[in-house]
């Protein structure tokens, strides 16, 4: 079974730039997370997808953060325009069932905006 | 504030001995306790979990201990191996955090580094 993944693995951005990060989900997994770690922190939760409804948003930091999941399957979240305090390593998770919650993260994404 | 602390950056062990990772939190509405493994340029790995409702969840090497007067829980793996040098990371869901949400809280980590 494939595991959580995520494109690009790594990204470098200009401020004010825009970037869009993906992550597929492990096939069949209705709950898909983004959360974020920056650099000496702890891992902070953004928001929860359960399927294609935004089930918690309420760690998204502001509206320059976008995240949506068309179909209630991979999920993007963009950053329009970037700033230099969004750099860090973007992971995606996803859970099902009666294991909810138990999460699966994916690799990561990391982005340096400079 | 911190909701979940894990106050030991970094902890080395020698091979074969025991390896106790510990973790406090401060809201008493967790539920449900996870703890994952990471390797560098890796996401985190789920390792282990337990539930409120109990004090001891064992799996192979692991073992997760929770004492909820002393809002505590801790990791033991025995025996220790080196290929289980790796960061580790608390969790935590806080059943009341809204409805059908299950975001999870993190520590910071703590480094384990297991000697030859």
């Known amino acids: 079974e494939a595991g959580v993944t995520q494109f690009p693995s790594h990204s470098v951005i200009e401020k004010g730039q825009t970037v869009t990060l993906r992550c597929d989900p492990i096939s069949g997994h209705d709950n898909l997370y983004w959360y974020r770690r920056v650099m000496g922190k702890e891992i902070k939760f953004l928001l929860h997808?359960?399927?294609?409804?935004?089930?918690?948003e309420s760690g998204m930091p502001n509206n320059r953060f976008l995240a949506e999941r068309t179909g209630g399957t991979y999920s993007t979240l963009k950053v329009q325009p970037a700033e230099l305090e969004d750099s860090g390593v973007y992971f995606c998770?996803?859970?099902?069932?009666?294991?909810?919650?138990?999460?699966?993260f994916g690799p990561g994404t990391r982005l340096t905006v400079l | 504030d911190q909701q979940v602390k894990q106050n030991s950056p970094s902890l080395s062990v020698q091979e074969g001995r025991i390896s106790i990772l510990n973790c406090d939190y401060t809201?008493?509405?967790?539920?449900?306790f996870l703890w994952y493994k990471k390797y560098p340029a890796e996401g985190p790995t789920f390792l282990i979990s337990i539930s409120s409702i109990k004090d001891k969840n064992e799996d192979g090497r692991f073992t997760v201990f929770l004492n909820k007067s002393a809002k505590h829980l801790s990791l033991h793996i025995v025996p220790s191996q080196p290929g289980d040098s790796a960061v580790y990371f608390c969790?935590?869901?806080?059943?009341?955090?809204?409805?059908?949400?299950?975001?999870?809280?993190f520590g910071k980590g703590t480094k384990l580094s297991v000697i030859p």
């Open positions: 969790a935590a869901r806080d059943a009341y955090s809204g409805a059908g949400s299950y975001q999870l809280t």
């Open positions: 998770a996803s859970s099902q069932g009666d294991r909810v919650n138990e999460q699966f």
């Open positions: 997808f359960v399927k294609e409804s935004k089930q918690d």
């Open positions: 809201n008493s509405m967790f539920d449900y």
